[in-house]
């Protein structure tokens, strides 16, 4: 949990902006990365979600993590706009505040918790890969 917790730190307010309370972390400023920033978010989720599959999180509160990544993979894809809106987003924090929250609710995990877990995975992946394959797709029909 506490690696979780520097990671999501340093991901999402490592650092504070100068002459401002506000932080900000990594995340925004590797999404400036064509390619490879977007990824650095969706790849710690999933660490996140396992770990909360280990320590017996509601799925409810799975999927809610889900939803907190994709909106944050959904919106980063946009050019600039994606990358102000990772200023404010903040999914890693927010993922790992559900994590805190729910993870005193003790229950071992269920086959069916490796299922839905499993799953979710493959959605966060599919979420993050489809920005790229109509980005592709877009910049192809333009070239045309």
């Known amino acids: 949990m506490a690696a979780l917790r520097k990671l999501a730190q340093l991901l999402d307010a490592a650092f504070v902006v100068p002459g401002t309370s506000y932080r900000i972390g990594l995340d925004p400023i590797l999404g400036i990365i064509p ?3 977007d990824l650095i978010s969706p790849l ?13 999180v509601p799925r409810v509160v799975l999927l809610r993590m889900v939803l ?3 909106i944050d993979a959904v919106a980063g894809a946009v050019p600039l706009l994606g ?12 993922n790992l505040a559900l994590l805190e929250r729910h993870a005193a609710e ?12 499993t799953l979710l995975t493959l ?22």
Do not use: E, M
């Open 106 to 117: 003790a229950r071992g995990p269920s086959s069916g918790d490796w299922l839905f877990v």
């Open 44 to 56: 710690f989720a999933v660490a996140v979600l396992w770990q909360a599959r280990d320590l017996g």
């Open 83 to 94: 990358d102000l809106f990772d200023f404010a987003w903040k999914a890693n924090v927010r």
């Open 68 to 70: 907190n990544v994709a």
């Open 35 to 37: 390619g490879i920033g």
């Open 123 to 144: 959605a966060v992946a599919v979420i993050t890969v489809v920005p790229f394959i109509v980005l592709g797709w877009l910049v192809a029909a333009i070239l045309r």
